[in-house]
């Protein structure tokens, strides 16, 4: 067993952490607050390399292995999970799905542009009735031939007012049930597909989460991933792979959550001496360094075992649902330790604490994730 990291995994973070803290923490509290996009940051993020991290070089990416993805997600998501969460979807569910299971002629014409950020892409599985039942799709993708025939509404779909690239989960033989689903690339400004309002959220306020409208919609066949029927398998595919970007997440806000403790425990007094001084602060800090250092080694072992080509369903469940409990119980003790002051925006707690309730819900429920794991022990 090796802990150490590699010099080019070393580098990667640094770079991370040194973006986050001089790129993104000086306006991430006005972001959150109006709910603004941070157009300008993910363009950055895209010129450094963070929205293609796992993709060949030979689509514009930049070859790194999952561990240096999840180094990278924790140093941005202590600063501003809603840049992260964006960056995960980029990553993990987009660009990560079309190279393993697209044509040549799709990684050519959409990957290349997303892993340098020119555009960003959305996943869009989750509709008003299918939520942790990924089975039940009611959005329809009717075969016509050398088109499918698109209609339905999707919710929860992060990037989606400011994506290009959708990929959308739709059923096409509703007898076959989940074998007669399909995946179709849908790009932004064909005709019949539309964007509803941004949903007005509790925490990564400055990622836009909206539904998508589609009525009628003509996607031509060759936009297709994969054979007919392959939709479900490669959503679950991308999903697996997803969860390890949200455990890393979670894990990033977990950590932002207890270097701020940290830092104003030693810093605010009380009966004279720092809180930092006092048992009952020193147990909750313990406990988070503990959690957040255990939440870490199991994104890290999700990590290599995709790296390694081994199976990482159970793995990255684990770090999932850990690392997302983890980022909740801290993010709620840091705004104990810093009392009132927590509870104000200005003191950034507040908002880790909105931020992590997400982590526990979205790419598959905690509930899901134990789901997921029992299935994997009972083999």
Same mark, same amino acid.
């Given at each position: 067993?090796?802990?150490?990291?590699?010099?080019?995994?070393?580098?990667?973070?640094?770079?991370?952490?040194?973006?986050?803290?001089?790129?993104?923490?000086?306006?991430?509290?006005?972001?959150?607050?109006?709910?603004?996009?941070?157009?300008?940051?993910?363009?950055?993020?895209?010129?450094?390399?963070?929205?293609?991290?796992?993709?060949?070089?030979?689509?514009?990416?930049?070859?790194?292995?999952?561990? !240096?993805?999840?180094?990278?997600?924790?140093?941005?998501?202590?600063?501003?999970?809603?840049?992260?969460?964006?960056?995960?979807?980029?990553?993990?569910?987009?660009?990560?799905?079309?190279?393993?299971?697209?044509?040549?002629?799709?990684?050519?014409?959409?990957?290349?542009?997303?892993?340098?950020?020119?555009?960003?892409?959305?996943?869009?599985? !989750?509709?008003?009735?299918?939520?942790?039942?990924?089975?039940?799709?009611?959005?329809?993708?009717?075969?016509?031939?050398?088109?499918?025939?698109?209609?339905?509404?999707?919710?929860?779909?992060?990037?989606?007012?400011?994506?290009?690239?959708?990929?959308?989960?739709?059923?096409?033989?509703?007898?076959?049930?989940?074998?007669?689903?399909?995946?179709?690339?849908?790009?932004?400004?064909?005709?019949?597909?539309?964007?509803?309002?941004?949903?007005?959220?509790?925490?990564?306020?400055?990622?836009?989460?909206?539904?998508?409208?589609?009525?009628?919609?003509?996607?031509?066949?060759?936009?297709?991933?994969?054979?007919?029927?392959?939709?479900?398998?490669?959503?679950?595919? +991308?999903?697996?792979?997803?969860?390890?970007?949200?455990?890393?997440?979670?894990?990033?806000? =977990?950590?932002?959550?207890?270097?701020? !403790?940290?830092?104003?425990?030693?810093?605010?007094?009380?009966?004279?001496?720092?809180?930092?001084?006092?048992?009952?602060?020193?147990?909750?800090?313990?406990?988070?360094?503990?959690?957040?250092? =255990?939440?870490?080694?199991?994104?890290?072992?999700?990590?290599?075992?995709?790296?390694?080509?081994?199976?990482?369903?159970?793995?990255?469940?684990?770090?999932?649902?850990?690392?997302?409990?983890?980022?909740?119980?801290?993010?709620?003790?840091? +705004?104990?330790?810093?009392?009132?002051?927590?509870? +104000?925006?200005?003191?950034?707690?507040?908002?880790?604490?909105?931020?992590?309730?997400?982590?526990?819900?979205?790419?598959?429920?905690?509930?899901?994730?134990?789901?997921?794991?029992?299935?994997?022990?009972?083999?």
């Amino acid at each position: 067993m090796d802990f150490q990291l590699t010099e080019e995994q070393l580098a990667v973070q640094a770079a991370a952490r040194d973006f986050a803290q001089n790129e993104l923490w000086a306006g991430v509290i006005e972001r959150d607050e109006h709910q603004k996009f941070p157009a300008e940051q993910i363009k950055k993020m895209g010129e450094l390399g963070f929205l293609g991290m796992m993709v060949s070089p030979e689509y514009g990416g930049g070859g790194m292995d999952t561990v !240096s993805y999840v180094l990278a997600m924790e140093e941005i998501s202590k600063v501003d999970a809603s840049c992260s969460v964006i960056m995960s979807v980029n990553n993990s569910l987009v660009c990560w799905g079309l190279e393993k299971y697209g044509t040549e002629e799709q990684k050519q014409k959409y990957l290349t542009r997303l892993t340098t950020g020119e555009i960003i892409g959305a996943f869009a599985l !989750s509709e008003p009735e299918a939520g942790s039942d990924a089975t039940s799709q009611r959005t329809t993708a009717e075969d016509k031939g050398d088109y499918y025939l698109l209609n339905g509404t999707k919710n929860w779909i992060t990037n989606g007012t400011t994506a290009s690239v959708y990929l959308v989960v739709a059923q096409t033989n509703p007898e076959l049930k989940h074998r007669g689903i399909n995946v179709l690339i849908v790009e932004k400004g064909m005709e019949g597909f539309q964007t509803g309002p941004k949903e007005n959220k509790l925490g990564i306020r400055g990622s836009d989460t909206c539904s998508l409208l589609f009525n009628d919609v003509k996607v031509p066949k060759e936009n297709r991933i994969g054979d007919d029927g392959f939709g479900f398998k490669f959503a679950m595919q +991308v999903l697996a792979g997803g969860r390890i970007g949200i455990a890393a997440q979670a894990l990033g806000i =977990a950590s932002g959550a207890y270097e701020l !403790s940290l830092k104003y425990a030693k810093e605010r007094k009380a009966f004279g001496v720092p809180i930092s001084q006092h048992q009952a602060i020193q147990f909750k800090l313990a406990d988070m360094a503990t959690n957040i250092d =255990a939440a870490r080694l199991l994104c890290l072992q999700a990590a290599h075992d995709k790296d390694a080509h081994q199976d990482y369903a159970k793995s990255g469940a684990m770090a999932k649902l850990f690392a997302s409990k983890t980022a909740m119980d801290t993010a709620v003790e840091a +705004v104990q330790i810093h009392g009132g002051y927590g509870f +104000v925006k200005e003191y950034h707690v507040e908002r880790l604490m909105r931020d992590a309730k997400i982590t526990q819900i979205y790419e598959g429920t905690s509930e899901i994730q134990k789901i997921v794991i029992s299935r994997e022990i009972l083999k």
